[in-house]
């Protein structure tokens, strides 16, 4: 296991808590003081026994088992979303080239990544990157599992728009299904009300606006708290987007507008940037 057990001594004593206070029915105290020393491993069942004594989420040990950072898919978002929101095509590029460039790119997990980067370049560039064979291997490995994680449903919700239709549908209803047992977790809770946005958002795109309805009904069982407030505001939006969709309401318009303006309020300039071309792109389409 690594350095889990130095990492885990580090926590457990900065809790104050003494090898017998963690030591229990399932594991001896010397048995653990071997784990800590790095001379022996735990069952998963075991490590997560002593994870729960000393109160630490499983999520929360492995962010400083990557020394404090993110995992590879998150490190890549979290740099694709800056090269979107400033539209900088050379920057998407010299990520996309790095990933393929890289020693693992044989392994499935970082080809389905390397997919996500071509298709986010071609949608800010306009240039090819992804194939119909690239696209196929994305479906058939969101297929092929049968129970979706927390991969999983960053990969879907982040590719979800490129899509074919149907397929994209059957995946979407299959995503409630096999991520269910996820849905308490919190983390997970949130992805997958932004996959629902996203899906909600791409329907009402496509003027498939009865299929927009299935997701829309799903987000109003989502009951966003009151601190989820990028999700109330995209909600909104995305609600008076289907109505000027299918009625070509103005007040619907101003409504966008005013959920624009809050991003823009709450300083979540370069967020509030890509709504206001959405906005226009929808404008440009309706005539």
């Known amino acids: 296991m690594k350095n889990f057990g130095e990492i885990f001594k580090k926590f457990r004593e900065s809790r104050g808590l003494r090898l017998k206070d963690v030591a229990n029915a399932g594991i001896s105290t010397s048995q653990l003081s071997r784990f800590e020393k790095g001379e022996t491993d735990l069952t998963i069942s075991k490590f997560m026994l002593i994870l729960d004594v000393i109160n630490m ?3 929360e040990f492995m962010y400083a088992v990557h020394d404090f950072h993110r995992d590879e898919l998150n490190e890549l978002l979290s740099k694709v979303r800056h090269f979107v929101s400033t539209r900088d095509v050379e920057g998407m590029k010299k990520l996309l080239y790095s990933q393929m460039e890289a020693e693992e790119k044989r392994e499935k997990f970082h080809q389905i990544n390397i997919i996500l980067l071509k298709i986010r370049l071609q949608d ?9 064979k690239d696209l196929e291997n994305l479906t058939d490995y969101l297929f092929s599992v049968e129970y979706w994680g927390y991969y999983e449903l960053l990969i879907f ?3 979800l728009d490129v899509l074919k239709h149907d397929v994209f549908m059957v995946l979407a209803r299959e995503m409630s299904r096999r991520s269910d047992f996820y849905k308490e977790i919190p983390t997970n809770r949130r992805l997958i009300s932004t996959m629902l946005l996203n899906a909600y958002i791409t329907c009402i795109e496509r003027q498939n606006l009865m299929d927009a309805l299935y997701f829309e009904k799903q987000l109003k069982q989502c009951f966003f708290i009151e601190t989820e407030i990028y999700e109330r505001l995209v909600f909104l939006y995305a609600q008076n987007l289907y109505r000027y969709r299918k009625t070509g309401s103005k007040l619907a318009i101003i ?3 005013k959920c624009i303006g809050a991003m823009k309020l709450s300083g979540s300039d370069h967020l509030a940037q890509t ?5 226009k792109k929808m404008l440009t389409e309706n005539g």
Do not use: A, R, V
């Open 57 to 59: 989420p499983i999520d």
């Open 124 to 132: 800010l560039s306009g240039e090819n990157y992804y194939d119909e």
């Open 157 to 159: 919700s982040n590719t």
């Open 255 to 257: 409504e966008m507008k």
């Open 275 to 279: 709504y206001e071309g959405h906005l």
